[in-house]
């Protein structure tokens, strides 16, 4: 008997093999780079894996649906180029992420930078006041 490799999986057999290990991860192509999301005390950090992406390709903008939108869009230039590649494993052209944020976040605090080919963007929470004392009201 010949050992077979399913090449292209079911839908159901895909979610299996990611919910009880990786192996999904190396049967089928990544098209968007990796995330992570960190949680602090005092906010998030949003980290996302885009080598090889200049800074100027980059856009982050946060919708009135309070929603974080991560674009990029690699311009290419159109050299003609006698090369064909073998095997592409990665190659982002363009790509959107979108992550809806918690209500208490501070908008105007947002702040990114991307350095050795991670966008990191720190979203502060807004500070709560702190409730004052109860206040007696005197009755006339």
Do not use: C, H
């Not at 979203?123 to 006041?129: A, D, E, M």
Request: charged content about 30%.
């Amino acid at each position: 008997m010949l050992p077979i490799r399913r090449t292209q999986a079911w839908l159901p057999e895909i979610l299996l093999n990611d919910w009880f290990n990786d192996s999904l991860y190396s049967q089928r192509t990544i098209t968007s780079p990796a995330l992570n999301i960190l949680e602090r005390g005092n906010g998030f950090r949003v980290e996302l894996a885009a080598p090889g992406i200049a800074k100027e390709d980059i856009k982050v903008d946060i919708s009135k649906e309070n929603q974080l939108v991560i674009s990029v869009e690699k311009k290419n230039e159109s050299e003609e180029k006698q090369e064909r590649y073998l095997r592409k494993e990665f190659g982002y052209t363009q790509f959107v992420k979108t992550l809806t944020l918690p209500d208490d976040i501070d908008k105007e605090s947002i702040a990114a930078s991307y350095e050795n080919g991670i966008l990191a963007i720190e979203i502060p929470r807004r500070v709560r006041q702190v409730a004052e004392e109860t206040k007696s009201i005197s009755i006339s």
